[in-house]
C-alpha cells in the first residue's frame, strides 16, 4: 500500500469504495486506509477501548471516506447494547409527545440511538405488555412521557432498565425527571401584562385537580398580588370555559384589563367572547395563553402572547440524561424554564 508524503496512508480507490469494484467497504478496508489494526479499527467506530483521540478521529475518518457502514449486530454484541431506546407516552394525540419526541431524538441520534415509541392509551394492561416488549428487545433504556404535568407511578419493568420521566415525572425521588417549570412560566406572563400597566388582572386556568393548572395559577399569583381581581377562577382546558369565564369575571369583577389564562385554548374563548361583547383585545384586555400551540395561539383574534414550554429542549435534556444513565451515570432531577412569547393579543396595547 504506497503512502502519501506526510506518511499517512494513501486513498484506496475514490471516495464511498473499497478498492475493490462492486463490494461494499469492509472494516479490513477501514483499517488498512488508517493504518491500524483491524481491532484497533472496531475499539474506534465502537468508541471503547483505550485509543488516542487522533487514533480514533483517522479511523472515522477513513470509515467516512470509504462509505463504511457498521454490522449492528456485531456492534451490539461486542458492545453489549442495542443502540435502541424505547419512549412509552399516554399521549395519543401526540400534541406533547411529538415535540418532546423530536428533542430526544436529537440527543439520542449522537450516540446513534434509535427510538421506539409506544402510545399505551392509558390502559395500564396495555402498558405492562409494551414494557415486557421494549425489555424483550433489549433496549438500552426507557422514556415514559405524557400528556400532563401530574406525576405518575414509576413503570414496572421484569429487569432493571435505566428510566427517565419526561414532563411527566415519576412520584419516586429516586428516579430520573425532567419536567416543566409551570409556574415561572405564568410568572413570566403576569410580569409581562404588569409592565404595559395593567392593574386589575384575572387568572383563568384549567382543573383545580391538574398540577399544572395549580402552579401556573400559583405563578401568577406571585406576581400579580393585589392587582389580581378575586382568586384564580379554575374550570377545564377548553375554549368554552374560556367564553364563560368571561361571563362569569363580568358578574363578580367588572373592569378587568388584562386576563393570565392557563392554556391558549381557554385564552382564544376570552378572546372570542370579549370581542362578542364589544370589547378588543388588546385595547381594552389584554389576554396571555399557555403552551404555544401553534394550531391555536396563531389563529386566535388576535394572536396569542402565549408561553412556549420548550418541550423540544425537554425532550433533548431528557435523552441526554438517558444516555448518561446507561453510561453509568447519574444525573440530576431538573426542570425547564419556559419562555414567554410576545404577539398581538397584548403588544398592541
Known amino acids: 500500500m504506497s503512502h502519501d508524503p506526510s506518511g499517512h496512508p494513501a486513498h484506496l480507490g475514490r471516495p464511498g469504495h473499497s478498492g475493490h469494484p462492486g463490494r461494499p467497504a469492509r472494516i479490513a478496508d477501514v483499517a488498512a486506509l488508517a493504518g491500524v489494526s483491524i481491532g484497533t479499527a472496531s475499539k474506534a467506530l465502537n468508541d471503547t477501548g483505550q485509543l488516542r483521540a487522533e487514533t480514533r478521529e483517522r479511523v472515522k475518518a477513513a470509515a467516512e471516506q470509504l462509505g463504511f457502514v457498521g454490522d449492528a449486530r456485531a456492534r451490539a454484541l461486542s458492545s453489549g447494547r442495542s443502540y435502541t431506546v424505547g419512549m412509552v407516552t399516554t ?22 440511538v434509535m427510538v421506539l415509541v409506544a402510545d ?35 413503570i414496572e419493568v421484569p ?35 404588569l409592565g404595559l400597566g395593567r392593574r386589575r388582572v384575572a387568572v383563568v386556568t384549567g382543573p383545580v385537580t391538574a398540577r399544572s393548572a395549580e402552579l401556573r395559577a400559583a ?20 375554549e ?87 453510561a453509568g451515570g447519574r444525573p440530576a432531577s431538573t426542570a425547564v424554564t419556559p419562555t414567554l412569547v410576545v404577539r398581538e393579543s397584548t403588544a398592541g396595547a
Open 120 to 154: 399505551t392509551r392509558d390502559d395500564h394492561v396495555r402498558e405492562a405488555h409494551y414494557l415486557r416488549s421494549l425489555v424483550s428487545r433489549g433496549v438500552d433504556g426507557i422514556i415514559v412521557t405524557g400528556r400532563s404535568a401530574d406525576a405518575r407511578p414509576p
Open 219 to 238: 405563578g401568577a399569583r406571585s406576581v400579580l398580588g393585589d392587582r389580581m381581581t378575586g382568586e384564580p377562577l379554575f374550570g377545564d382546558w377548553s
Open 159 to 193: 429487569v432493571p432498565v435505566p428510566v427517565v420521566y419526561a414532563l411527566t415525572p415519576s412520584t419516586s425521588d429516586a428516579d430520573v425527571s425532567v419536567t416543566l417549570d409551570d409556574a415561572a412560566g405564568a410568572a413570566a406572563a403576569a410580569t409581562h401584562v
Open 240 to 326: 368554552r370555559w374560556g367564553r364563560r369565564a368571561v361571563d362569569q369575571l363580568d358578574r363578580t369583577h367588572g373592569g378587568v384589563d388584562a386576563v393570565v389564562c392557563g392554556n391558549d385554548q381557554i385564552a382564544r374563548g376570552v378572546c372570542d367572547r370579549l370581542r362578542e361583547t364589544g370589547r378588543s383585545v388588546p385595547g381594552d384586555v389584554a389576554v396571555t395563553g399557555y403552551d404555544d400551540w401553534d394550531v391555536v395561539a396563531l389563529a386566535s383574534r388576535p394572536p396569542l402572547t402565549t408561553v412556549d414550554m420548550r418541550l423540544d429542549e425537554l425532550g433533548r435534556i431528557a435523552g441526554r440524561s438517558l444516555l448518561e444513565l446507561v
Open 91 to 112: 399521549d395519543s394525540f401526540g400534541r406533547f409527545t411529538m415535540p418532546v419526541l423530536l428533542g430526544a431524538e436529537d440527543a439520542l441520534s449522537a450516540g446513534e
